[in-house]
């Protein structure tokens, strides 16, 4: 008997081959027969009018935390997704110590916009090296969830304090490469770390992996290139362009790894200044093949949909002026964007950055939420419109209106890459050019602020079936073999007989991100942004039901993916 059959739907099997209709049997969590199924099963899915695929994978999660309390990863789950990787950024919580967990929990909470009080509540800290925090999940899963060893984790266990503010010395880099060396086999799937501007910790300073040399960075690319089934994740730089030194970085911390290299994040925009910008990005591949390496880019497949809020002041702490001040305690924050003084300072740094720097155009930034009556009256109007209406500069009206909410005003601004041409070129990208790879969601991090973990079915709902840029078949290969292929995933990422049965049935005249809203369900009485999808029947995991009818069913059949046992060798 089979444990499952899904009859009748139409199996997009992930390669890119038209779809077919069939039925998928499974038995023991692996897809044992695709076609016409006449033999009895535990239970039967009705899939008619449905499409059959394989579950998506995400290649750019900040999970690591969040499934200690949400095995299923929601909402990413409910959106088709079977497959997480964390660890990114730099940013793991294993492997840790006591003294590392006291600066590396605010820090994750700071700079992946994560409330402190929901990760102090919801981490038992009941494991130390990254083999203990693999094990914590194992059994524990309703999602598959793969992790990279973080630089600044490394750092801080093996450095303390001085992993902020200073080189490694000889050493301190040997314990690292050590320590990197004892995790991977332990299971990490690789090394991932940043050197962006955009990552500062609690304390405002630069997070751990800013301080290192190149020589630290290739050290450990090299170390992570020793063992089987390993991957390399690098944030560069949070500006428009990359500058050479950053491209030969990455080149040569792929060469040295032989392995290929990802970097986060691509965000499609059809204004000239950005497509030189995104031809820049993109040459960072070309550098690479030419220095023996492989670099790849995470390509966003959806606008970018960004709500800010200076309360926590990711991305805005990027801003001359507003960098100034966005550290400080909350009550001298506030304090400081009401001093007529401090605006002024403000204004004339924004005044110098160009008409194409969107972040910085107070002015067209819409007020989305709010939490006092006199700010909620505002909701839906952009600052422009109410500082002519008051007779004030875009600077007064948006600094009063977010001191009189004492600073929890949600803040849209321009919606980056949502017009006709910024969505054909995206599509142009993803389809054809082999220097991106479809990915980018952030899911599980910044949960006040984006709205991207809903990207896939965003793009098939838009993209598919509005626009009709791609076909439904072409899109799935981009969301599952693609990115399982990118990363070695053994078994996963197709839907073929004798392969994992990590699956997503869904209906394509409906499927799509559903509503966007904050849900209070966090530890501690946290809160995050949170979208069920539309048109979701199941999401199958090792071939167990984890989403139903759009529920999360309990069931935990997920597994930790391991370097070597689940992951083969991809070389540059």
Same mark, same amino acid.
């Given at each position: 008997?089979?444990?499952?059959?899904?009859?009748?739907?139409? @199996?997009?099997?992930?390669?890119?081959?038209?779809?077919?209709?069939? *039925?998928?049997?499974?038995?023991?969590?692996?897809?044992?027969?695709?076609?016409?199924?006449?033999?009895?099963?535990?239970? @039967?899915?009705?899939? /008619?009018?449905?499409?059959?695929?394989?579950?998506?994978?995400?290649?750019?999660?900040? =999970? #690591?935390?969040?499934?200690?309390?949400?095995?299923?990863?929601?909402?990413?789950?409910?959106?088709?997704?079977?497959?997480?990787?964390?660890?990114?950024?730099?940013?793991?919580?294993?492997?840790?110590?006591?003294?590392?967990?006291? =600066?590396?929990?605010?820090?994750?909470?700071?700079?992946?916009?994560?409330?402190?009080?929901?990760?102090?509540?919801?981490?038992?800290?009941?494991?130390?090296?990254?083999?203990?925090?693999? /094990?914590?999940?194992?059994? +524990?899963?309703?999602?598959?969830?793969?992790?990279?060893?973080?630089?600044?984790?490394?750092?801080?266990?093996?450095?303390?304090?001085?992993?902020?503010?200073?080189?490694?010395?000889?050493?301190?880099? *040997?314990?690292?490469?050590?320590?990197?060396?004892?995790?991977?086999?332990?299971?990490?799937?690789?090394?991932?770390?940043?050197?962006?501007?955009?990552?500062?910790?609690?304390?405002?300073?630069?997070?751990?992996?800013?301080?290192?040399?190149? #020589?630290?960075?290739?050290?450990?690319?090299?170390?992570?290139?020793?063992?089987?089934?390993?991957?390399?994740?690098?944030?560069?730089?949070?500006?428009?362009?990359?500058?050479?030194?950053?491209?030969?970085?990455?080149?040569?911390?792929?060469?040295?790894? +032989?392995?290929?290299?990802?970097? +986060?994040?691509?965000?499609?925009?059809?204004?000239?200044?950005?497509?030189?910008?995104?031809?820049?990005?993109?040459?960072?591949?070309?550098?690479?093949?030419?220095?023996?390496?492989?670099? @790849?880019?995470?390509?966003?497949?959806?606008?970018?949909?960004?709500?800010?809020?200076?309360?926590?002041?990711?991305?805005?702490?990027?801003?001359?002026?507003?960098?100034?001040?966005?550290?400080?305690?909350?009550?001298?924050?506030?304090?400081?964007?009401?001093?007529?003084? +401090?605006?002024?300072?403000?204004?004339?740094?924004?005044?110098?950055?160009?008409?194409?720097?969107?972040?910085?155009?107070?002015?067209?930034?819409?007020?989305?939420?709010?939490?006092?009556?006199?700010?909620?009256?505002?909701?839906?109007?952009?600052?422009? *419109?109410?500082?002519?209406?008051?007779?004030?500069? #875009?600077?007064?009206?948006?600094?009063?209106?977010?001191?009189? /909410?004492?600073?929890?005003?949600?803040?849209? &601004? &321009?919606?980056?890459?949502?017009?006709?041409?910024?969505?054909?070129?995206?599509?142009?990208?993803?389809?054809?050019?082999?220097?991106?790879?479809?990915?980018?969601?952030?899911?599980?991090?910044?949960?006040?602020?984006?709205?991207?973990?809903?990207?896939?079915?965003?793009?098939?709902?838009?993209? @598919?079936?509005?626009?009709?840029?791609?076909?439904?078949?072409?899109?799935?290969?981009?969301?599952?073999?693609? &990115?399982?292929?990118? =990363?070695?995933?053994?078994?996963?990422?197709?839907?073929?007989?004798?392969?994992?049965?990590?699956?997503?049935?869904?209906?394509?005249?409906?499927?799509?991100?559903?509503?966007?809203?904050?849900?209070?369900?966090? &530890?501690?009485?946290?809160?995050?942004? =949170?979208?069920?999808?539309?048109?979701?029947?199941?999401?199958?995991?090792?071939?167990?039901?984890?989403?139903?009818?759009?529920?999360?069913?309990?069931?935990?059949?997920?597994?930790?993916?391991?370097?070597?046992? *689940?992951?083969?060798?991809?070389?540059?």
């Amino acid at each position: 008997m089979l444990d499952l059959v899904i009859k009748g739907g139409t @199996v997009v099997d992930g390669t890119g081959a038209p779809g077919v209709r069939a *039925d998928v049997g499974i038995r023991d969590g692996r897809i044992v027969v695709i076609g016409s199924v006449d033999e009895p099963a535990a239970k @039967v899915i009705d899939a /008619d009018g449905r499409v059959v695929a394989p579950g998506f994978v995400d290649l750019h999660t900040h =999970y #690591d935390p969040q499934l200690m309390w949400d095995p299923a990863a929601t909402p990413s789950s409910l959106h088709g997704v079977t497959s997480v990787f964390g660890g990114n950024c730099g940013f793991s919580i294993a492997p840790v110590t006591p003294g590392a967990a006291e =600066y590396l929990i605010p820090m994750l909470a700071r700079v992946e916009g994560m409330p402190v009080a929901s990760l102090e509540a919801g981490l038992d800290l009941a494991w130390d090296g990254f083999g203990s925090w693999l /094990d914590r999940l194992e059994g +524990n899963l309703a999602v598959n969830a793969g992790f990279l060893v973080g630089h600044s984790a490394l750092r801080r266990v093996v450095m303390g304090e001085d992993a902020v503010g200073h080189e490694a010395a000889a050493a301190q880099l *040997d314990a690292m490469v050590a320590l990197l060396h004892e995790s991977i086999v332990a299971g990490g799937i690789g090394f991932s770390s940043t050197a962006s501007n955009s990552h500062s910790d609690h304390r405002g300073s630069p997070v751990p992996s800013r301080f290192a040399t190149r #020589d630290e960075f290739l050290r450990l690319a090299t170390a992570a290139g020793a063992h089987a089934g390993t991957t390399l994740e690098f944030i560069s730089s949070a500006g428009a362009t990359f500058t050479e030194a950053e491209m030969e970085l990455m080149a040569d911390m792929s060469a040295a790894a +032989n392995r290929p290299l990802n970097w +986060n994040v691509m965000v499609v925009n059809s204004d000239p200044a950005a497509r030189t910008g995104r031809e820049n990005k993109l040459s960072a591949s070309d550098v690479a093949a030419a220095r023996g390496g492989r670099v @790849v880019g995470l390509c966003l497949p959806e606008p970018m949909r960004m709500r800010l809020c200076f309360a926590s002041g990711f991305v805005l702490d990027m801003l001359p002026g507003v960098k100034e001040f966005i550290h400080l305690p909350h009550a001298e924050r506030r304090a400081a964007f009401a001093d007529a003084a +401090n605006r002024a300072l403000i204004a004339q740094s924004l005044s110098a950055l160009p008409e194409t720097h969107t972040l910085s155009k107070f002015g067209r930034f819409r007020i989305i939420d709010a939490q006092t009556p006199e700010v909620r009256a505002l909701v839906g109007r952009t600052i422009d *419109d109410v500082a002519a209406e008051r007779g004030q500069s #875009d600077i007064d009206a948006l600094f009063d209106i977010v001191v009189a /909410d004492d600073l929890q005003t949600g803040l849209e &601004p &321009p919606v980056i890459g949502a017009d006709d041409d910024a969505w054909a070129e995206r599509v142009r990208i993803l389809d054809t050019d082999p220097r991106v790879i479809a990915g980018g969601s952030d899911a599980g991090a910044h949960l006040d602020m984006m709205k991207t973990f809903a990207c896939h079915t965003s793009f098939l709902a838009e993209a @598919v079936r509005t626009r009709r840029l791609m076909s439904l078949e072409r899109a799935v290969q981009l969301f599952t073999d693609a &990115p399982a292929r990118f =990363y070695g995933l053994r078994d996963r990422g197709r839907v073929t007989e004798g392969w994992i049965a990590d699956l997503c049935v869904f209906d394509p005249d409906t499927i799509g991100p559903g509503t966007i809203e904050p849900r209070a369900d966090l &530890p501690a009485g946290g809160w995050r942004l =949170y979208s069920e999808a539309t048109g979701v029947a199941a999401t199958i995991v090792n071939g167990v039901e984890i989403v139903r009818d759009g529920s999360v069913t309990g069931d935990t059949p997920g597994r930790t993916i391991r370097s070597g046992r *689940d992951t083969d060798t991809v070389t540059v």
